[in-house]
């Protein structure tokens, strides 16, 4: 069976650090991947995706990154984290079919003080 | 990108009453998706629908698009508690890309 895992489960970084997100995907081969950020009680903001390695497409234009360096690992970086980076950051990766159900990690908790 | 209007935005019920949530759009779905979410986790995918017309039923849980598909209820007969959470519509904008509403918050209450 497939699974999808994310770290670290919560972070508190100062304003200006940097930041990474890891996550990965097993059981599963050349899936697409997916980099959403949700404000609390709210709806997800689809940040990037991406449908292969070193291929990522940027949603929205903003302080963040990501990257593809394996097939199964999905990273999301910032040089410089800013207050409204804060959020609940979920990653999700789908089979190659269009139209398919997406599947969701635990998600990371960011706060930027 | 599709705009998906959910309402309401929040709903407290006691346990064994019923409920309905809402998602619109001004334009056509080409298929609209409901999610699931408890707090500190990931939504977790009700149901798909893909026709006009169409009703999916998932236990308690009925899903009717609308005939237009442009419009979708999710209706929870006889809530519990353990259907707490937040239910967020979502539509495909393109073949991969997922645009999702702000969400119902729901609460039942013991």
């Known amino acids: 069976s497939q699974t999808i895992h994310q770290w670290p489960a919560t972070l508190v970084q100062p304003v200006g650090s940097p930041l990474s997100l890891e996550c990965t995907v097993e059981?599963?081969?050349?899936?697409?991947l997916y980099w959403y950020r949700q404000a609390a009680g709210r709806g997800l903001q689809l940040l990037f995706y991406s449908v292969g390695i070193g291929q990522i497409s940027s949603e929205v234009p903003q302080n963040l990154s990501a990257s593809r360096p394996q097939d199964r690992q999905f990273i999301l970086s910032s040089k410089k984290l800013l207050l409204s980076d804060s959020g609940f950051y979920l990653c999700?990766?789908?089979?190659?079919?269009?139209?398919?159900?997406?599947?969701f990690g635990p998600g990371t908790r960011l706060t930027v003080l | 990108t599709q705009l998906l209007e959910q309402s309401p935005q929040f709903l407290s019920i006691q346990e064994g009453e019923n409920l309905t949530v809402y998602c619109n759009s001004s334009?056509?779905?080409?298929?609209l998706q409901w999610y699931r979410q408890e707090p500190g986790e990931g939504p977790v995918l009700l149901v798909t629908v893909v026709t006009g017309g169409e009703v999916k039923k998932l236990k308690r849980l009925t899903f009717q698009f609308g005939d237009a598909r442009k419009d979708s209820s999710l209706h929870i007969t006889a809530a519990q508690p353990g259907d707490t959470g937040l239910y967020l519509c979502?539509?495909?904008?393109?073949?991969?890309?997922?645009?999702f509403g702000a969400g119902t918050t729901v609460t039942v209450r013991a």
């Open positions: 979502a539509s495909f904008s393109n073949d991969y890309k997922l645009s």
């Open positions: 999700a990766w789908s089979v190659q079919v269009s139209y398919n159900e997406q599947f």
């Open positions: 059981g599963t081969s050349n899936p697409n």
């Open positions: 334009s056509v779905f080409s298929s």
